[in-house]
C-alpha cells in the first residue's frame, strides 16, 4: 500500500492571540450578549437564594443589620419547610439552568466557529438549529468533566495534563453532530498532540489578560472572556486537520485566513498504513 504523509500542525501562540483581538473587534457585541446570558444562566439559583436574603434585608427595619445565619435561622423558625422547599427549588434551579446553559454554550461555539471561517455569524439561524446535536454535545461535556475530575483526583498534574489533550472535545461535538462523544475525544487527544506545552502557554496568556480585565473594575472582563471564546477558536481552527472547519467558507475575509501554521514532518509507522488519515471525520470507513 503507498504510504502517505502526515504531518503535526505547530500552534503559535502569538497568531493566536492576534487573530483573537481582529475578531474580537469585529464581532464583540453578539458574544458580548451571549457571555453575559451565560453568565446570568449559570448563577440563576443562587441568584434566587440570595433576592430572599436581600428581601428580608430591605424589610428588616434595622439598617440592614441581620446575618445571613441570623435570617436563615428566623426563616425556618417561622416555616421548618421553607428550607427543603428552598431547596428543592435550587436543585430544580439548578438542573434547568445547567441544560439551557449547555444550550447557549452550543450555540456560542457554532457562532464562533461560524466567525473563524469567515462566515456570517448569524445568531438567529444557529438558534434555530441549535438543538441538533445537542446531546451529543451534552455528554461530551460531562464525559469531559468526569475524565478530567478522575484525573486531577491522583494528582494535578494528570488532570492539567488530560484537561489540555482532550480540551477541543466540545468544539468538535458542536461542529460535527453526527460524532460520538467517544469519537470528539480522542480526536482532540490528536489534535493537542506535540502541543502540549504551546497550549499551556495560550491558557497562562489567556489567564493573565482575564486578570488585566478583572482590574478594570471588574467590567473589562467580559471584553476578555470574547477574547479568550476566540482564543480557544482560533487555536482550534490551527490544529484541525479539516479545512474550513468541515463546512463551506463563504468569500468574507476571515481574520485567520492569513495565518500560517508551521508542519512538523511525521514518519509514518505501518499501522498508519492501515488506518484512515484522521481528519476525515468519516465514521463510516473502516
Partial sequence: MEQTNTTLKELSVDKVISASWALTKKHFPIFLVLTFLSSMVGSLPNNIYYYQYFRALASYGQGG?????????????????????????????????WFLATFISLVTYRLLGDAVDGRKVDLTARLKGGLRGYWLYFFTLLLYGVVTGFATIFCILPGIFVGVRLMFAPMIAARHPEQSFGNALSHSWQMTKGNFWNLVVLFIVVCLINVLGLLCCCVGVYVTSVISYFAYAVAYKMLSPEEGGGEEQSSESSATENLQVVESPVVPSSRDNETPEYGSYNKDEK
Fill in 65 to 97: 443589620v441581620l446575618t445571613e445565619d441570623e435570617w436563615l435561622s428566623m426563616t425556618v423558625a417561622e416555616d421548618p419547610m421553607w428550607a427543603f422547599r428552598m431547596f428543592g427549588w435550587m436543585v430544580i434551579g439548578g438542573i434547568i439552568c
